[in-house]
């Protein structure tokens, strides 16, 4: 009934007597669940009618009025050459040109860790989980709310390699506004690199960090390995609407030349940024992820891309963007759809909230938008933990309570097992009516594996609860930060590929002043 | 774009000029949404071959163990005239037998309410949502966890009267504990007919009561109205496994042949009423469901009965019943396949959690067994809110956070507008590479119905969220439960009425002396 879902970094074995289960209890935890492959059907949202007529009004959007790529010379020479009509920066683009160029993208690719037993797949029916990205602030129970630091980041990365339902460590967990604006990118990357083993994303801030972050590669994976493999998925997003600056579009052409990953993502605050209707948001996002992968694949044509997007409602009222709505999730389905017949892996957003706490408010927006996702299709889930007040803030708590919740996912995923043992006909003759199931063989056989288990909510009785203190998630969640963190060992790494990664960091910092905006 | 939706009792408009605007704002709101009607797919988890597997399985257990009626030989002769094999108890019944019997069960019916704007239809593409069930327990912020009292109760059934999102009164909301269980049920009826004009549950727990509640319904509504009309819809749990006993079927009894609707549902804790798997539990709870439906319609042919499913996992470390995890909602996707393959009402849990508090992890689950609820197709949802800690305890903040929550699934599943106001390619036009929507004439036409909009959840600046005491969604929804229940008028009703009913449970009270076990 069950599958080995979970793979040690040692290959730590589970079975063994009862002084071996001991030790199992007390050895540190780096297990990390490989990447989900879905066993289950898509949430189809929408039929085919609808899904053609959003495609129709996207070409129509590409056609009549195109998109702007922003100071960027060499952007409008591929467009014209390719057949575009370019106006100044406004480039239209013939019906079907966008499509047709899409196509030499892959439909999965592989982004490979330095462990291999942490490599991904991405695309088709799999599904990747990464950490937040972004926030300026971090929190937790302890210090409150404050401006993030290199050492904040450290520990995100820490509890992201600890957590092992994350297959990802992400990229900006947090901003490490300690640093100067211009050499973060470093530090960020060496903390990925040496901190964890899981894969990472690089810098898109500038043109050149990318090029750092393609170098930094070339030294932990040397530089013919690079050139034939993704070892980064990137994160590039469209100033929405329909406008490609260029800063991201400098970064995401490095990434596509180097042959490495991106997502290219419309971020939308939909009634802002799109139109306040579903279908005329993802009209907007269909047009712009065309656009954007098109434009990929004439920098270099099979480059590996991802169909993004982020959309958020508004709340009217305050002008406050809203998560974990109704329309968020139609959006979320609908684009699913649409990257699937793109054949395009595809990426949301995970555990979105705007909650300033992680509190009932934070749970439910971000289990609606986990469990949409799931359904969705989603192959690379960004921010699937960690994520607060709407993405100004790093939790602690979030990031530990939100990591649990993947579990289910993965448990969710793996659909409904059919053969003669999960049928359990033998059981129900055995019990009969009236009886119970608990000592039944059937269970004995099964039970360690039959129910998915946090391994962070309450499940005691409410009198033993009382007594340990009738602690909250986030306490519980706060307790379970420090014991992750408490048994964090770096994972090994060559002496030698440390300090040329240091020393490529130092050279780096050194060849620029600091930035600080 | 967007439908009328919310209907007030006495039909408020929504126009009107600045006055008008602001004494509206100042009104009591007495709004009730209409019940949903889906214009959205189900999710299929499972395909064909399982589901038929799933029936063949589920017949054999019906033929080969067979089912128990307990201290029931009305029920047995029943079975034997119908072609079942009886020996004692039990009773087997030759395959296809049930699932023949149960077709003269509605697929759809209307439950009617006192004020008939209230009146709900059950099954089809319809969803109705009721509150918790069952807590002997009573919590919130002010008084903690406590024994619940029949004033709890009133307070939950004004409450749920002024939720907006919730259709139905429900039946034990709490257990009003402070009176003699063998007189309960005609305060609580007293209550839902007075303090409330919503659809309501009758009473289950003695056959005779079942009969005071139908006559109290005749004081109601006229004795020849519930002779043709479903005017209560009452919970009738199955023992699991595979056992009917006397006091739930003898209340079925009564209710089938008064023509009044029930929920035949399993009540199981996976892997201790049901086997550990997914594919036996199902096929134990339609084994379940087939026996007690069939037997119904022995009864009267043609008596409405929902599918009934309350499954939960269980923690096998503690033995603690878990609630918003994969396998439930696996099973709740399931059960809703096989319920409409039957033809009939499917109705399952709705905001379940374990948890002790409304906090994060109360939410998580909730916010997990709502969306798989709405996408299973459920058309009675149960516990929709206020439900805490297992059932143990009905939670006033919760009440309130999860009616709230209800209304995102008001807007989900009305689905998505494509005509072309939907489309927005004007706004598109209008706006263009680099412009926004907050002012375009598209926008302003739609924003007030674009987005669901939270009338609980933070959407504040951080500084002034901040400013106001950096509250919790708990302590807002305590906040939000006092004005609701200080804006609380009582529902108009007939004097006359009024006091027949009160004098129907006098006399009642009077000829039983009290029983508190």
């Known amino acids: 009934m069950a599958e080995a879902e979970v793979r040690g970094a040692r290959g730590r074995g589970r079975g063994g007597g009862g002084a071996a289960r001991r030790a199992a209890r007390s050895a540190v935890s780096v297990e990390t669940a490989r990447f989900i492959e879905r066993n289950i059907p898509d949430f189809e949202l929408l039929n085919a009618e609808a899904l053609e007529l959003i495609e129709h009004n996207a070409e129509r959007v590409l056609e009549e009025i195109g998109v702007n790529f922003v ?27 966008a499509r047709q160029l899409c196509a030499t993208a892959p439909a999965r690719f592989t982004q490979h860790a330095r462990n291999p037993e942490r490599n991904v797949e991405i695309g088709g029916r799999s599904l ?3 950490p937040v990205y972004g926030p300026p602030f971090v929190r937790d129970l302890d210090g409150g709310r404050r401006y993030a630091t290199i050492e904040d980041f450290r520990r995100f990365v820490r509890l992201g390699y600890m957590s092992k339902w994350l297959h990802h460590s992400g990229g900006t967990v947090c901003e490490p506004t300690d640093i100067p604006v211009n050499k973060r990118h470093l530090d960020m990357l060496l903390a990925h690199m040496t901190l964890s083993d899981k894969p990472f994303m690089g810098s898109v801030t500038e043109p050149s960090r990318a090029r750092d972050s393609v170098e930094m590669c070339e030294v932990l994976f040397g ?20 406008t490609f600056d260029s800063t991201m579009m400098g970064a995401l052409e490095v990434y596509a030349a180097a042959n ?12 802002a940024m799109a139109p306040v209707s579903v279908a005329g948001t993802l009209t907007q996002v269909l047009a712009e992820v065309m656009a954007g992968v098109a434009y990929s694949q004439l920098v270099r044509p099979g480059a590996p891309m991802i169909f993004g997007a982020f959309v958020t409602s508004i709340d009217m009222n305050s002008g406050a963007p809203t998560f974990g709505t109704p329309e968020a999730s139609q959006i979320l389905f609908g684009a699913g759809q649409l990257a699937r017949r793109m054949g395009l892996p595809f990426r949301s957003g995970g555990g979105l909230c705007g909650s300033k706490l992680p509190d009932a408010q934070a749970a439910y927006e971000t289990a609606n938008t986990l469990n949409a996702a799931l359904l969705a299709g989603v192959n690379f889930m960004l921010h699937a933990c960690g994520w607060l007040e709407g993405g100004l803030v790093a939790s602690v708590e979030k990031f530990v309570m939100d990591a649990d919740q993947l579990g289910a996912l993965h448990k969710m995923a793996r659909g409904v097992a059919l ?13 009969g009516p009236g009886g119970h199931f608990l000592g039944c063989a059937h269970t004995q056989a099964h039970f360690k594996d039959a129910f998915w288990r946090s391994d962070l909510l309450d499940y005691k009785p409410f009198e033993t609860w009382d007594e340990e203190g009738a602690r909250d998630t986030a306490t519980l969640a706060s307790a379970r930060a420090q014991k992750l963190l408490s048994q964090y060992q ?28």
């Not at 960027?72 to 239209?92: I, K, T």
């Not at 490495?260 to 009634?271: E, K, M, Y």
């Not at 053969?419 to 019990?431: G, I, K, N, P, S």
């Open 71 to 97: 100071e960027n010379p060499a952007a409008l020479d591929r467009w014209r050459a390719a057949g575009a009509d370019v106006q100044g920066e406004r480039v239209r683009l013939p019906r079907g040109l």
């Open 260 to 271: 490495q990953a991106c997502i290219l993502s419309p971020f939308i605050v939909g009634g």
């Open 490 to 517: 770096q994972p090994a790494l060559d002496e030698g590929l440390r300090e040329a990664l240091e020393s490529y960091v130092a050279r780096r910092k050194a060849e620029m002043p600091d930035a600080f905006v």
């Open 128 to 130: 990747v989980l990464a």
């Open 419 to 431: 053969d003669e043992e999960a049928q359990a006909m033998t059981a129900l003759q055995e019990v």
């Open 223 to 242: 530089k013919d390995f690079v050139a034939e493999n993704a070892v980064m998925t990137s994160l590039i997003n469209v100033n929405s609407p329909l």
